[in-house]
């Protein structure tokens, strides 16, 4: 049963891929940052693709939850330990002049992101032609996020906020954190969606049966 535990993890076993990529946290929880995985996309739960990334170390960068296109959350790094989602960042409006990751918890959606088109056709971002969904925004190109991401996330998030106190204004983008040099989410990401669900709330109860449900 996926309860908010000591240990940080709020998903199930299952759903638990232990990312060798984090440090000891130091700092309290004070922000939640949303990403883009920009994955290439092997299978179309991606799921495969997703664990190894988490648990690669010749690469830098892990995230506490990713949330795959089936909806599954899974998690990579505990909350009580610091992941290494944002880079180089900073949050003026709690006085955080670096080193965002200190003080948050990184939720990533598995999305290809920003398309190019060339020649009336579009590619993802490895130069594959992309035939999926679309979304059009201020002339660019994008991937949508998945109704069942977003439902995802919609009862994720709410046990985040309440279980670290975080409020709906530290809970950003990594555009936000990192302006002028990272765009993730986009524009295209659904805030008032999803930040109307915390409104509402939910209970542990609920995560547990979506989990169940995927
Ligand atoms: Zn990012």
């Known amino acids: 049963m996926p309860t908010p535990s000591k240990e940080g993890w709020f998903v199930p076993p299952e759903n638990r891929i232990a990312s060798p990529k984090f440090n000891k946290r130091v700092k309290p929880i004070k ?24 648990m690669n170390t010749s690469s830098t960068a892990s995230t506490h939850f990713v949330i795959l296109r ?14 290494w989602h944002a880079g180089k960042s900073s949050w003026p409006r709690l006085g955080i002049a670096s080193d965002v990751n200190a003080w948050s918890i990184g939720v990533d959606f598995d999305s290809l992101g920003r398309l190019t088109k060339k020649g ?3 590619f993802d971002a490895y130069g594959s032609p992309y035939h999926g969904d679309v979304i059009e925004h201020e002339g660019d190109f994008f991937e949508p996020f998945t109704v069942e991401q977003i439902d995802s996330f919609r009862i994720l998030l709410p046990i985040l906020a309440d279980e670290y106190q975080v409020g709906e204004q ?15 989410p986009e524009l295209i990401f659904p805030w008032p969606i999803v930040l109307s669900a915390i409104d509402f709330g939910c209970t542990t109860r609920e995560l547990a049966n979506l989990v169940r449900y995927h």
């Not at 994955?39 to 799921?47: I, K, L, W």
Request: proline share 5%; charged share 30%.
């Open 31 to 54: 922000m939640i940052v949303v990403h883009t995985t920009i994955a290439p996309r092997e299978t179309p739960d991606n799921r495969k693709r997703i664990e190894r990334w988490l």
């Open 70 to 83: 089936n909806g599954v959350i899974l998690q990579g790094v505990s909350t009580l330990d610091k992941a």
């Open 120 to 122: 009336g056709e579009l």
């Open 170 to 184: 530290n809970i950003v983008g990594h555009r936000d954190v990192s302006p002028g040099r990272k765009t993730d």
